[in-house]
């Protein structure tokens, strides 16, 4: 039996710490780290009672369940600071991102802790890839936010677009994942491949004024 | 044969999809227009709603148990839609293409009309929310289409066509869920695959457009 909650304590006790201690940017991008660690802890409890609810299996559940509930819950602190605080654009992403990797290194811890650490192959694929479709869906997020329209409305119709279409990448992944063998390699390969692909074409600045 | 058909005929749509995505996007790199960007948008989210619906098939041999994470990439396909033709609408009157909107001003609501009666006509055969988010989607994209049609003039910077393909895509939409309430019957499942193979050759015809009426 794993209890996630304690492994959760566990990691984010010196990080909470150091949020005392630092100040303004560290800071804030350790709380973003934090809230994607939060954010994984309470999308695990709200997936585990729409599984119950919809009566699937976790495999069927993490394929068709979970991708809705981790993105929808992923946001939330970003929008929250959206709202309350009216931070900069640049602020904003990179709040994203460090949800985005806060999220992902505790989803690994997870599955660490359950599927134990033997194989150094599997985790260094199982990691990477991980990472990379957790920060790709923070960048599509992020893209639609902030790049592509400037009246509250369109945005707002854009953002569920942009989390519908996201929602739809995680599933995919997920699917892949879960088969053994060449088909979870590719799978986690995917996302790699488009993060270091949007790193080369992002690398002027996005501007469609 | 069915399912070889029906999978030969996904593969070709995503494939179609993947290409015309790569264009968008090479495309937005270059030009740096915010159009590519959409239609990057509404050809990413169309194809992943069908490489899930794939990958089911193929990874799991089944189609998924809960269809709802397929229909959300859709229906986002069908929103960047609607915000690419918002996009025209609003390059239009900057460069002052759009005649006077003073002739048939009731007959774009014909068009939530007729997908509100569709919906009701789907229902009986299928699911109640996602045909009233359909109902709603197609509603506000076939107004979008109609208006921008009776609007624009034909000539230099209108976005005519766009919004002709738009129509003719809908319309090709719907006529496919129609066939697809048949489906036992054998004669309307080839139908079914012509129709989706018409949809399919129709998605490189906004790549075209766009690439005609937006000058760097």
Known sequence: MTYVENTFICLAAPLLLAVLCLKKDWRRALIFLLSGMTSCLLSA???SYFTMVFKLDPVTAS??????VEEIIKILPVLFYLLVFEPLKKHSISGILMVAVGFATFENVCFM????????????IRGFGTGAMHVVCGAMVAVGLFFLWDRAWLRATGLFAVLCTVITFHAVFNVLVSRPGIISWIGSAVPLAMLLAGLILLQGKMDFS | MDAIIESLENALQIAVLGICGIF?????HSVREKSYLLLFAFYGSFLLGDLYWQVCLLCLGDIPRISIVSDLSWCAALLFLYLLLRA???AEVSDGAAAAFSVNKGLPWLAPVFTAA???FFIQNGKIVSNIVYAVLMGILLYTAVKGLLRTETGKGGF?????????????????WTVSCFWELVAFRYVYFCIDIMITLSFPFYLK???REVRP
């Open chain 1, 113 to 124: 802790t359950s599927n134990g650490t033997g194989e150094l192959f599997d985790l260094l």
């Open chain 1, 63 to 68: 394929h068709e369940i979970v991708p809705a």
């Open chain 2, 88 to 90: 025209a609408g609003e």
């Open chain 1, 45 to 47: 409890y709200v997936s």
């Open chain 2, 160 to 176: 005519r066509l766009l919004y002709l393909t738009v129509f003719i895509f809908c319309l090709l939409e719907y006529a496919l």
């Open chain 2, 24 to 28: 968008s996007l090479v495309r937005m």
């Open chain 2, 209 to 211: 457009i766009i690439k």
């Open chain 2, 118 to 120: 569709m919906a009701v």
